[in-house]
């Protein structure tokens, strides 16, 4: 019998528009193959929304998609609109109602891209990034004028939401090579780091098989991410952190076109949301050269999360083949439109060999 998944569909702005669609392509591609139906429900939702209704979604808007299998999205910005509009008109609202407290973005090396760095060495780690607190708060203001004009932002963590993602990361690297490392700056910044510090290290010897846990300061571990991010397996950071982080790990495994990332309710109380981690670059957008890679692999972990996991296999496969071919868009070195790459993708979807769940 064939299964159904109703998925909320918001392509958003810039690229946004264009790699979504691509990605849609390939999963109805793959659907097929494995007798599933994506009920797609397109929203246009974004900076056009704003500019003829002055806001970036209805207000009903999260009712609406409350009863989705999931959301699936573009990416949201626009060079006339403030960001501060775009990011907490859309993006955070929904990650915040769907209590979405992780954000998984892994990064890891694919074939036929050419490592950025020298050493060349095989990359394959996890980013967990907090994704409902921290550094990104609503807390602060701005007051006085002149030169004594001042603004003040305050860094909200609580117990419950650093343990719970912590659960979340150590879960993840007991079943994969047993190294937590978390990203801390508690030597600068004296209340809430030394706090995360404290209940990382709580919760995670808290449980059997406890993973190996190191905490480094992020300056060094950014350096070292450049340097050895072979050494690495997963990565648990605050919200601000881990957003620095994951575009640094991508762009050391090739580029932050080809970078996924998952906006998960582990719980799966409300829906989860699945989007690249790039941005909507408008320096390329409308010009059709768009990598789709990073919103495809999106919706892989899309179908993974949904259960479809012989699904997403196949998807992640199917793209890694075209990749490996030397069909390549032009962040990558290639000469491929966003167009011929998803063309080559959809090919290789319908022709290669199924995988089994
Ligand atoms: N989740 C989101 O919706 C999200 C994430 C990051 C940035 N943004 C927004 O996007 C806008 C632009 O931000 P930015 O320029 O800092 O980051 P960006 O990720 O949009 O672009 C950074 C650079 O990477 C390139 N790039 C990004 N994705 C690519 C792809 N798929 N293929 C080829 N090249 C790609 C761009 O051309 C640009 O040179 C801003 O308004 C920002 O707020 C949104």
Same mark, same amino acid.
């Given at each position: 019998m064939t299964t159904t998944y109703r998925i909320a569909t918001i392509p958003g702005d810039g690229i946004g528009l264009e790699t979504t669609p691509a990605a849609v392509r390939c999963l109805d591609a793959v659907a097929a193959r494995y007798d599933l139906r994506l009920a797609w429900e397109d929203l246009d939702w974004g900076s056009d929304h704003y500019r003829r209704r002055?806001? @970036? @979604?209805?207000?009903d808007g999260l009712e609406r998609i409350v009863g989705a299998d999931a959301v699936f999205l573009g990416a949201v910005g626009d060079p006339e609109i403030p960001d501060a509009e775009t990011l907490w008109g859309l993006l955070v609202p929904i990650r915040r109602a769907f209590d979405q407290y992780v954000n998984l973005r892994p990064a890891r090396s694919l074939p036929g891209i050419r490592p950025v760095l020298a050493s060349g060495a095989e990359v394959d780690l996890l980013i967990v990034r907090e994704n409902t607190e921290g550094e990104y708060s609503r807390v602060g203001g701005r007051s006085g004028t002149g030169e004594h004009e001042q603004a003040s932002q305050v860094a909200v963590f609580t117990r419950r939401g650093v343990a719970r993602v912590t659960r979340y990361a150590s879960e993840l690297a007991r079943g994969r090579r047993g190294l937590l490392t978390s990203a801390t700056k508690s030597n600068g910044i004296i209340h809430t780091m030394p706090f995360w510090d404290e209940v990382v290290a709580e919760t995670t010897s808290a449980g059997p098989d406890a993973p190996e846990l190191r905490s480094v300061l992020v300056d060094a571990l950014a350096a070292a991410l450049v340097l050895h991010p072979e050494r690495f397996d997963v990565i648990v950071a605050s919200n601000l952190l881990g957003d620095i982080l994951s575009d640094l790990a991508s762009a050391v495994t090739g580029s932050i076109g080809v970078a996924p990332s998952a906006n998960l309710n582990p719980e799966r109380r409300h829906p989860s949301m699945f989007e690249p981690v790039h941005g909507t670059a408008p320096d390329i957008a409308g010009q059709g050269v768009a990598n789709p890679v990073g919103q495809i692999w999106s919706g892989a972990m899309m179908l993974d999360h949904l259960g479809e996991t012989a699904a997403a296999a196949h998807l992640v496969r199917a793209f890694e083949r075209v990749l490996a071919s030397g069909t390549r868009t032009g962040d990558l070195g290639g000469d491929a439109t966003t167009d011929s790459f998803t063309d080559a993708v959809v090919a290789s979807v319908e022709t290669s060999a199924e995988e089994h769940g």
């Open positions: 002055g806001r @970036m @979604m209805p207000t």
